[in-house]
């Protein structure tokens, strides 16, 4: 059983170049969340979806846009990069279930380089 | 808003030694509670989750954690290191709103494990 799978593993970019960084879950989950890990940092919830629409979303500008395809794989997108945007950004996957909280599970992220 | 302190951003034990990586948590309705571990250059990995039906909460690789609610807290522990534990430990919470909730994490403790 695969677990959540992210590529690339690594990219570099200039600034104000834009990028896309995608996910795929894993097995048998329906929902995808993006989180952006700075250097030293704790994860910072960026956006979620489900059902191929945003459900959630963090404190993030809108140069941070995403997007879910039907096979539950997704997308995160930035636009007019930013020196500090370099992060390494985690997808996670998780289930959505009415009588329990959702686990979710992270895929090993893209490490993301703005010169 | 739930937020999560954890205290020490670098802890170091002998191996054998007990671990204590301390987490403390405010939420304005009862929280779910976890423990994730990151390995260099790796994604998150989940160690234990408290969901509300035990307070002490039994993870994988000997890990555990009580939930007390009068002192806020989700401690983690393990009674002896070992020096494969030598990593990167986050604490999140999340707030059950009967669908995918986001994760709000503490700013990590490293733990280093010395022979």
């Known amino acids: 059983d695969a677990g959540v799978t992210q590529s690339p593993t690594h990219l570099i970019k200039t600034r104000g170049q834009q990028v896309t960084l995608r996910c795929s879950p894993k097995?048998?989950?329906?929902?995808v969340s993006w989180y952006q890990q700075a250097l030293g940092q704790g994860p910072q919830f960026i956006f979620q979806?489900?059902?191929?629409?945003?459900?959630q979303r963090g404190n993030f500008p809108d140069r941070f846009s995403g997007h879910q395809f039907p096979n539950y794989s997704s997308e995160l997108n930035v636009n007019a990069l930013l020196l500090g945007d370099s992060a390494l950004y985690l997808c996670?996957?998780?289930?959505?279930?009415?009588?329990?909280?959702?686990?979710?599970?992270f895929g090993p992220g893209t490490r993301l380089t703005v010169l | 808003a739930q937020s999560v302190t954890q205290l020490g951003s670098h802890v170091s034990v002998s191996e054998g030694a007990l671990v204590l990586l301390r987490c403390n948590y405010s939420?304005?309705?009862?929280?779910?509670l976890f423990w994730y571990v990151q390995y260099p250059n790796q994604g998150l990995q989940l160690l234990l989750k408290?969901?509300?039906?035990?307070?002490l909460v039994k993870g994988i690789n000997g890990f555990e954690a009580e939930f007390k609610k009068s002192e806020t807290s989700f401690h983690l522990t393990k009674p002896s290191a070992h020096m494969s534990d030598a990593a990167e430990y986050f604490c999140?919470?999340?707030?059950?709103?009967?669908?995918?909730?986001?994760?709000?994490f503490g700013t990590g403790t490293r733990l280093q494990v010395t022979l």
């Open positions: 097995s048998g989950h329906d929902t």
């Open positions: 996670a996957s998780s289930f959505i279930a009415s009588q329990s909280t959702d686990t979710q599970y």
């Open positions: 939420s304005s309705v009862p929280p779910y």
């Open positions: 979806y489900y059902e191929e629409e945003e459900r």
């Open positions: 999140a919470v999340s707030e059950e709103t009967g669908t995918a909730s986001k994760l709000t």
């Open positions: 408290y969901t509300s039906a035990a307070t």
